[in-house]
C-alpha cells in the first residue's frame, strides 16, 4: 500500500484549500482513510476519516463544519476540502489508510499502518 497526499500550499486566513490522497494497493468495504495532521511543537492530531464503503464519516470537533472529506472510488483516491481556515490550521497534513478501525480507535495514529509522505498547508492571518 502507498499514499500520495498533494494539494498543500499557503493561504489567507478565510482561503480554501482541496487535499488529495491517492491510495495503491486493494481497497475493501473495512478500508479507512484518514487525514491527520501536525503543527510544530505539537502532536499529531486526527482530522477526518471515512470508511470506504462511505457508511462512516468522522470528524475532529476543531473542523467539524469547515472540513469535508470524501473519495473517488474510480480514482482510489480521497480529498480533504478545507475551507473557511484559520492560522491554528497550519500544519502538516497526513494521509493515512488501514482496514477494519473500529470507531473507539479511529481517530488514534496507531490505529493506521500506512501513511503518506505529508503535504504543508499554511494560513497566514
Known amino acids: 500500500v502507498q499514499l500520495q497526499a498533494c494539494g498543500g500550499g499557503s493561504v489567507q486566513d478565510g482561503g480554501s484549500l482541496r487535499l488529495s490522497c491517492a491510495y495503491s494497493?486493494?481497497?475493501?468495504?473495512?478500508?479507512?482513510m484518514g487525514w491527520f495532521r501536525r503543527a510544530p511543537g505539537k502532536e499529531r492530531e486526527f482530522v477526518a476519516a471515512?470508511?470506504?464503503?462511505?457508511?462512516?464519516?468522522y470528524y475532529s470537533d476543531s473542523v467539524k463544519g469547515r472540513f469535508t472529506i470524501s473519495r473517488d472510488g474510480a480514482k482510489n483516491t480521497v480529498y480533504l476540502e478545507m475551507n473557511s481556515l484559520k492560522p491554528e490550521d497550519t500544519a502538516v497534513y497526513y494521509c493515512?489508510?488501514?482496514?477494519?478501525?473500529?470507531?473507539?480507535?479511529?481517530?488514534?495514529?496507531?490505529?493506521?499502518?500506512?501513511w503518506g509522505q505529508g503535504t504543508q498547508v499554511t494560513v497566514s492571518s
Open positions: 471515512i470508511r470506504w464503503n462511505g457508511n462512516s464519516i
Open positions: 494497493g486493494r481497497t475493501f468495504s473495512s478500508t479507512v
Open positions: 493515512a489508510a488501514d482496514n477494519a478501525i473500529s470507531g473507539h480507535t479511529i481517530r488514534f495514529p496507531r490505529a493506521y499502518n500506512y
